[in-house]
């Protein structure tokens, strides 16, 4: 579906790589931290104007870097497009294949603002593999149809002076899905950095245990 035209990828340390996928429609970058073989991975979107660093302080790349280091991995996907929710999903539907391929068996699904709908919906589309979705400062619109993340869990991660999303956009989604925790943090923009370190805490604590809940499960 990428009409790929052909991939190259390259490690940038014993545990990161880097895997360039070209297509027709754009360069798919993602930066695959941990053992590729993991059946725990963690698919991290970023938002509309790209990026694979993620909120806070590079949370994306500390978490990937923890992660890999206890034998599960991390993909932070570099959009062809950013801001194209369509080819967006598209490309982090094509991360999860590939981690799929090398022997994935679960999914912990993060997204930061645009990049929050590109997770829910890839919740979706790869339910019965994704253990949990965290959202941070998401917009709601591409939203709509989140009920049907089932009963996956879902936190939504917002700053309550967020100056381009409000919080009531988290709160639409949970009511949009019928699940879900919302938590608000004072004194807190869009890329949550005044809580950065307590966003780091509470996504890795929550990311492990619902790991942990899915292997139990489907065990």
């Not at 999914?107 to 919740?123: E, K, N």
């Not at 019965?128 to 089932?150: D, K, L, M, P």
């Not at 939504?156 to 002076?161: D, V």
């Amino acid at each position: 579906m990428l009409g790929v035209l052909a991939k190259a990828d390259g490690e940038l340390s014993e545990t990161s790589r880097v895997v360039e996928i070209y297509t027709m429609e754009g360069l798919l970058q993602i930066m695959w931290h941990g053992d590729p073989g993991a059946t725990d991975v963690v698919l991290m979107c970023g938002g509309a104007m790209g990026g694979m660093l993620g909120p806070g302080r590079s949370l994306y790349l500390e978490l990937g870097l923890e992660l890999a280091a206890e034998g599960r991995a991390a993909m932070a996907i570099g959009y062809r497009k950013p801001g194209d929710l369509t080819r967006s999903l598209l490309d982090t539907c094509a991360a999860a294949d590939l981690a799929l391929r090398n022997g994935a068996e679960r999914f912990a699904i993060l997204g930061h603002s645009f990049g929050g709908a590109v997770a829910i919906q890839a919740a979706s589309t790869f339910a019965a593999h994704t253990a949990g979705v965290i959202t941070y400062a998401t917009q709601s619109a591409g939203c709509e149809e989140a009920a049907r993340i089932g009963d996956t869990p879902l936190l939504l991660l917002h700053g309550e002076r967020d100056s381009i999303l409000g919080p009531e956009n988290s709160m639409m989604v949970r009511t949009l899905a019928g699940t879900g925790e919302v938590r608000v943090f004072p004194d807190t923009d869009h890329l949550l950095a005044e809580a950065a370190d307590e966003i780091a805490e509470i996504t890795g604590s929550w990311v492990r245990e619902k790991f942990d809940a899915h292997r139990a499960a489907t065990s």
